[in-house]
């Protein structure tokens, strides 16, 4: 499938940045990439094209909105329209969806995009998923973080109001949203790590990720899958009624031959003994469905889930896709469940990604908890 994406915020920017280059070179599934910010400075540290770079609001908050929720919403309110009619879209090739990436905790992006969302919802039938990250602990509680001592203005200054600005953002977003995709940064920043140090290496796990999703199964030049995952598919998954998403990722390196004859049309492909094939495909599955998700929850809270097992087509053992898909089923405890295969003929890892919709989570009680104990951002 196709996907546009667009990253608002200086976290926003940069999760685009990371999809951006998890795009794989043999299998494009990016229509576009935008980045839209109110700091110019944040903008210019992007690798997103400058056509596709747009700073907005007034002059007075280049350099961010420090927090302030209720200014973001005024200047995203101001600026929706706008900020979509300032970079060249929509491409000669149409996406098949829109994903807008977001860091909840801040006033830039969680102030924009549910007003920027709600304008694409009116404009165009395609689905619109946001991609958010939930703020760690460690960015507002000067406890766990120790950030008491770090100036303000700095990366990793303390924001008091990053719990409070995200739920009432993910408030924002219910209903407006098609789905909601989450990745939890305290669950993934390393003990003791800052989040400055973290957030390249976090926004690679995430990317890659969501390369796995949607990129697809098979390429139009090379190996078509057996049973490929579309648009509508996704679409089936994930819903459109704003339900909050939480991926799975597993891979595992195998053995590959490189070999090639002639003009490259023709390539060798190893023996692949059925019982390992079989085996790498479960262990990357079982890793996806229990290892460690982008949002901590358990399986059995999704209303529905997507399975899709990917690597070098001599890999894709049929038999052991479907068993995977049927693992994932009784994992969520229900019926709802598609899957299908990605052949990467070029690859050398076996993967499986997993798409758990509708899940329930604590970290998200914990986070609205934390809110309740600050001010309201209302």
């Not at 694409?120 to 406890?143: H, M, W």
């Not at 408030?171 to 789905?179: H, K, M, N, P, T």
């Not at 469905?289 to 997507?306: F, H, N, Q, V, Y």
Request: proline share 6%; hydrophobic share 40%; net charge negative.
């Amino acid at each position: 499938m196709q996907l546009e994406v667009l990253g608002v915020g200086g976290a926003g920017c940069r999760i685009a940045d990371a999809v951006r280059a998890a795009e794989p070179t043999d299998h494009s599934f990016l229509t576009d990439v935008f980045a839209f910010d109110t700091d110019e400075r944040s903008l210019h540290g992007t690798v997103i094209p400058e056509s596709h770079r747009s700073r907005y609001g007034p002059d007075d908050i280049d350099g961010g909105l420090e927090g302030d929720l209720e200014r973001g919403r005024t200047v995203g309110r101001a600026y929706a329209d706008e900020l979509l009619e300032s970079v060249p879209r929509p491409t000669a090739e149409p996406a098949d969806a829109i994903l807008v990436a977001v860091g909840l905790g801040g006033a830039t992006g969680g102030g924009t995009v549910p007003a920027l969302v709600a304008t694409l919802q009116q404009r165009t039938e395609t689905p619109v998923y946001v991609l958010a990250t939930l703020p760690a602990d460690r960015e507002f509680d000067a406890a766990a973080g120790r950030s008491g001592s770090r100036p303000r203005g700095s990366a990793d200054a303390p924001r008091p109001n990053a719990a409070a600005n995200a739920m009432a953002t993910l408030e924002r977003l219910d209903g407006v949203a098609s789905a909601i995709i989450t990745f939890d940064n305290e669950d993934w920043l390393r003990p003791g790590e800052s989040l400055r140090d973290g957030r390249d290496r976090c926004n690679r796990e995430l990317a890659t990720r969501i390369a796995a999703v949607f990129a697809g199964g098979g390429d139009s030049e090379g190996p078509v899958a057996q049973t490929v995952v579309d648009a509508s598919d996704v679409r089936r998954i994930v819903g459109d009624q704003s339900a909050v998403v939480a991926l799975g990722y597993g891979d595992q390196t195998v053995e590959t031959s490189d070999s090639r004859f002639g003009l490259g049309l023709l390539s060798t492909e190893p023996d692949v003994d059925t019982s390992e094939a079989v085996s790498a495909i479960e262990t990357v599955v079982r890793k996806g469905i229990r290892g460690k998700l982008s949002l901590k929850c358990d399986p059995e809270t999704a209303a529905r889930g997507l399975l899709i097992v990917g690597g070098p087509p001599a890999w894709l053992n049929r038999q052991a896709i479907a068993e995977g898909r049927r693992t994932l089923e009784s994992a969520i405890g229900g019926s709802g469940i598609l899957g299908g295969d990605a052949p990467r003929p070029d690859g050398d890892r076996v993967f499986a990604a997993v798409v758990l919709a509708g899940v329930e989570s604590e970290r998200i009680e914990a986070l609205r908890a934390a809110a309740d104990r600050t001010e309201p951002a209302d």
